[in-house]
């Protein structure tokens, strides 16, 4: 995001001098005296009755402190995975979710679940016991296919779940769109699939927990994006009260929403440390980490859009089928309800209608991912409005200002009850066609393909909602001492996202002090403040307002006490550069004066709605016809972030959403094997990873509306870059390829897919 304003007032992260030079303290560099480590025994198949196990090997070679199985689990009541599937069902559905006992018992549902925890003086010892243990199991037919899941003879995963459907959902009005369709002079459809991708964030989940039988509590590191809600879903899977689970973390290596959520391998480790009576720690390999951490994505869309003689569009109809793997996770429903609050996209649709089926299968359980449903329903409308294009023969950009939600038309609520504050699309779209030089493509074209190449163009304009948290509010205390030192709590996690830069520098310019007198520390263990996790990209609207709310704050309470001091009235004191002064007195009062006695706290709070950041991408491919291979040529971005606290931090958030997204678009995929249930993709040898070289130097722009919606003018940034990169990259490859007559591609877009595409088409 180059504009001018970029340059003179960002500063450096504060924080990167300790990530970067080896100082950070992550999860496995936390110990605690006497602990021991665990290591937990997955299963090895995707569908089986457990029959026996048999413990008593393991348990008897040297250095093992215990062994703890499926029995111990429902013996503890950990047997009831949170899950937040409160999405109405259709007719009054509600969801239905499998058990989890926090170790597999009777049955294991996916390959990867945890079977029993070895406890032992290392971790190698750990793991080396683990493998004398004798499992018996009787196995049954896997489906891990989430249509498949779905049909009448398939296997069935729980007689909790009846047809393995653990929801049927709609949004929308159905009628009105048949009677849109009826009449309509066109109709686009297309088969939408969303692959399912592993977070894998850089730092391997690991977790080590501390009983403390004097107060009966428990002290949890593990990566975490935020307390609150990791700390309620740990109490509802163990019933010991959130107060008694205290949390202690310090960075945190990459979340991207995987890190929201209670695993059961947290509660297996809190019962081996309470009956052993040492602290226990555990530490994932990456295989461990891609069977086991939540998936993202998963989503298939049969999408249909309806468009009259203009080309305007008039109704759109998406039959969604959404895995959740083998449990309900905590964070199953985000992304579901995602794609009903967006799902009009940037467009005016008069008729909307999405039906829901919600499968449960034998693979890893899904939760929310970057973007949880945004980029999901952000790739099924635009497939299905470039597709429209290209069928209708009109440039994609000019079917897209034919439908854009005119900006008079703000604030607007969508038929499926979206309200969306502001979004000039169609000032959005002109800056970015100027930015790609949009006319000039057909002559970059020709040349490509003087060098044999073919290049292709993908457009995609998008909106989605940020903010709007499920805590009841965001609090922020405010600590000021004797130093004149400004310390800002908050319960919201960075997991690489510069916070203490960007919080900083929004309690830095209330007070109009140097960010180096300000501090940043977020989820001090046994904090008693609430608020919202980092994820849904609402940190800075939620709890980076209320650190301005809470410096206003101090700014008030300072005026007040400063008048006390000086035997005046608060209305005849001013505030400036941390400075209390009135033209009664020429005494100064300063910001560590007030403090010089004893510290001082002030609290504020904030519950805040979305905003809804949009933006227009352009990005141009070169597809090699001889290797199928594509290489990214051009990605140009324009994006409405609202008010920005700190360009470079903003720039790098959007970077790395739009390569997330390419990777899903160019090679990530979780694969099964359908005949056994084998996860295919379960280490770096075969789950690719997108590089940097994957995507050259994005030229970015600004194009500003302000939110409303919190004192600071900020819409989220986030996940943008992964909700607009999506349809952008598939659409240019498509672009690149329909002149030999292939209309769609399927993500992942490796050389070896692309280049059989193109085999099949000459033939
Ligand atoms: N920011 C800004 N101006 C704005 C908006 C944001 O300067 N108008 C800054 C913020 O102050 C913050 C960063 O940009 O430092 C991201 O802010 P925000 O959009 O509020 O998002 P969150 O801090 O809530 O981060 C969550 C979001 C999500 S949901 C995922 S997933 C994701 C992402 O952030 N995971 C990440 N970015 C990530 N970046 C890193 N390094 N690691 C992850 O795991």
């Not at 891990?144 to 995963?157: M, R």
């Not at 160019?666 to 094997?673: H, P, R, S, T």
Request: hydrophobic share 40%; aromatic share 6%.
């Amino acid at each position: 995001m180059s504009n001018e304003s970029h340059h003179h007032h960002d500063g450096r992260r504060v924080e990167d001098q300790r990530l970067i030079t080896g100082a950070g303290k992550y999860t496995s560099d936390w110990s605690a005296p006497r602990q021991l480590y665990g290591h937990f025994l997955r299963a090895d198949r995707a569908h089986a009755e457990i029959v026996s196990v048999d413990t008593a090997k393991a348990a008897a070679f040297p250095g093992v402190k215990g062994v703890f199985t499926g029995e111990d689990a429902v013996r503890a009541g950990y047997v009831r995975a949170p899950h937040t599937m409160g999405f109405p069902g259709k007719n009054g559905m509600k969801a239905r979710a499998p058990a989890r006992p926090v170790l597999a018992h009777q049955r294991v549902r996916f390959v990867g679940e945890a079977v029993a925890l070895v406890v032992a003086e290392s971790a190698a010892v750990a793991q080396d016991a683990a493998e004398l243990i004798e499992i018996e199991y009787r196995d049954l037919p896997s489906v891990t296919d989430p249509e498949g899941a779905l049909a009448a003879d398939a296997p069935q995963l729980s007689d909790e779940v009846p047809g393995n459907l653990a929801l049927e959902s709609e949004a929308g009005d159905e009628q009105a769109v048949e009677t849109a369709f009826a009449g309509a002079a066109h109709i686009t459809r297309a088969k939408v699939i969303s692959t399912r991708v592993a977070p894998n964030p850089m730092e391997p989940r690991a977790c080590l927990v501390a009983y403390d039988p004097a107060t009966e509590s428990y002290r949890i590191h593990s990566p975490m994006q935020g307390v609150t809600t990791l700390r309620s879903q740990l109490s509802s899977y163990t019933k010991v009260p959130a107060e008694k689970l205290i949390f202690e973390v310090r960075d945190v290596g990459g979340g991207f929403g995987q890190r929201s959520s209670a695993y059961p391998e947290y509660a297996a480790l809190m019962i081996a440390s309470k009956a052993l009576g040492q602290p226990v720690k555990w530490v994932s390999t990456r295989t461990d980490g891609i069977l086991t951490d939540t998936h993202g994505r998963n989503m298939i869309a049969y999408g249909q859009l309806a468009l009259d003689n203009d080309g305007k569009f008039l109704a759109m109809r998406l039959d969604w089928i959404v895995d959740l793997g083998a449990y309900l996770s905590p964070g199953a429903q985000g992304h579901v309800r995602n794609t009903t609050n967006c799902m009009t996209g940037v467009y005016q649709i008069p008729a909307l209608y999405a039906s829901y089926k919600i499968p449960i299968t034998n693979t890893t359980p899904i939760g929310a991912y970057r973007g949880a449903g945004r980029p999901d329903i952000a790739y099924a409308i635009e497939s299905l409005v470039n597709q429209a294009a290209a069928e209708l023969n009109l440039d994609p950009a000019e079917l897209r200002r034919r439908n854009f939600i005119p900006l008079e038309a703000f604030p607007y609520t969508s038929p499926t009850g979206g309200k969306y504050e502001i979004a000039d699309m169609p000032g959005v779209l002109k800056q970015a066609l100027l930015l790609a030089d949009w006319d000039g493509f057909e002559a970059r074209r020709a040349k490509s393909k003087a060098a044999g190449k073919l290049r292709g163009i993908g457009i995609s304009t998008v909106i989605e909602n940020t903010g709007a948290g499920n805590a009841p509010t965001d609090e922020v205390e405010i600590q000021l001492d004797g130093t004149g030192t400004v310390t800002a709590f908050m319960v919201a996690k960075a997991q690489g996202h510069g916070h203490e830069t960007t919080f900083g520098s929004i309690v830095a310019k209330a007070l109009q002090i140097p960010l180096e007198r300000v501090k940043i520390v977020q989820c001090e263990p046994g904090t008693k403040l609430i608020g919202n996790g980092t994820g849904g990209s609402r940190s800075t609207i939620g709890a980076g307002s209320v650190c301005h709310l809470a410096a206003v704050k101090l700014i008030e309470e300072g005026k007040a006490l400063t008048a006390l001091e000086l035997n005046l009235e608060p209305s005849q004191i001013e505030y400036a550069n941390g400075e209390f002064r009135s033209s009664e007195s020429d005494r100064v009062v300063k910001l560590a004066d007030l403090a010089k006695e004893q510290t001082l706290s002030f609290m504020a709070e904030g519950k805040f709605g979305s905003t809804y950041p949009n933006g227009c991408h352009i990005a141009e491919v070169e597809v090699d016809p001889d290797t199928g291979r594509s290489e990214v040529v051009s990605y140009c971005a324009v994006d409405d972030i609202g008010v920005v606290i700190n360009h470079s931090i903003a720039e790098g958030q959007l970077h790395g959403g739009v390569v997330q997204g390419a990777g899903q678009v160019f090679g990530e995929q979780m694969v099964y094997d359908s005949e056994t249930g084998q996860p295919l993709t379960a280490s770096f040898m075969d789950y690719y990873m997108p590089r940097a070289g994957l995507i050259p130097g994005i030229r970015g722009e600004e194009h500003a509306t302000t939110s409303t919606v919190s004192p600071l003018g900020v819409k989220g940034v986030g996940e943008s870059g992964c909700t607009a990169s999506i349809p952008v990259l598939v659409g240019a490859v498509i672009n690149a390829v329909r002149p030999l007559g292939i209309r769609h591609l399927d993500m992942p877009l490796t050389p070896a897919r692309v280049w059989q595409a193109i085999s099949a088409a000459a033939r």
